[in-house]
């Protein structure tokens, strides 16, 4: 363990071990208990924990993880670093303490998690404050859901989102890069739908040049193939991170997804399923389901962000473009100055802290700048820390 502990008031200590900089959290001294109620400077409430349980993945998605950065070279988070099930379970529970609802797994690719259901079983065992159970999801990259589904489901998942970027094999292999069939990740999403996990979600990472030309052809299977239980999403290509050389003219605006999907199957808008939720949705007008897209970039949604994320070996992040996380894991594995564990208390006390100080809104500002401008500060990675 890297970190050094440090009482209010002192300056940052950067911890050692780190892929990404980091800072202990402090501990406030009278912090009141967590309430469901705590607020950040910008008055968002904390409702979503990402949690990343491996930065490993089986594909190389070219505006994720290029081949060239992520090859046999690369040096993946040693296994000791790594959260245990108990030390996520436990974040996790803290984390409900202050009004989180909404866990999603992600990664890397979540199901290569070795036993990953065994965790889903311990997320699913906890309760809001209210006794409610949470609402717990998975994003996954499909490729290994045939093989999983009927465990996840039986430890407690719900639902499960897959990421999906053309139905043409071609393009869907040259884009996964590791010449993964789409054959396979179609009969994952199959499979998944006959054990009852629902909705499924199908996230399409939309490229220009790249694979816009799959928009259409990718929704009307979805329609035809799986019904309106299956909802498809496009989601804009993301300057995150900082290795996919990312540039402003491969984003196509979600306008222009809708205006091309309306044109074959007409779209009439709906409201949102709840507060702070990414997607904005569109039904089919003759009943064949939904669909949704996320617009990250033309359309900023960080005044409602209500999204922390936790890092595979327990660092917290607090929004996706941020290059600074707080280590947890000096608290879940370290000692009070008192020669004792921390306790739940400051833990949570010390969560509560960090969120009530967070101001981020990148997405914003971003817009703000109206441009890309080149500049490419050195940031968190999506296979990191998830999406
Ligand atoms: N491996 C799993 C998967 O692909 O579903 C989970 C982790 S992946 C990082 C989570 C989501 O982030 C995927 O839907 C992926 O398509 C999306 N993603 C990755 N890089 C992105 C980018 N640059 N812009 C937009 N979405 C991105
Ligand atoms: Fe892996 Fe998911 Fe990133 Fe693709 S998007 S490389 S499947 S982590
Ligand atoms: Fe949230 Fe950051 Fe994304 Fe804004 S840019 S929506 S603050 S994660």
Redesign the pocket.
Known sequence: MGGTMRAMGEPVIPVADLRYAATVPQIPADAPAPSSEVRDRRGRPLRDLRISVTDR?????T???PKELFGANYKFLPQSSLLSFEEITRVARLFTAHGVHKLRLT???PLLRKNVENLIAMLAALRTPAGEPLDITLTT?GSLLARKAQALKDAGLQRVTV?LDSLDDATFRRM?DVDFPVADVLHGIRVAQQVGLAPIKINM?VKKGTNEHEIVPLARHIRDSFGPGVVLRFIEYMDVGASNGWRMDEVLPSAQVIEMIDRVFPLRPLEPNAPGETAQRWAYRDGGGEIGVISSVTRAFCRDCNRARLSTEGKLFLCLFANHGHDLRALLRGQHPEGRPYTDAEIAAAIGLIWSQREDRYSELRALQAHDTGAKAPRIE??YI??
């Open positions: 993945c089986n594909f190389r998605c505006y994720c993880m990664g890397g690719e990259n990421s996964n990472v999506m296979h998830g999406g």
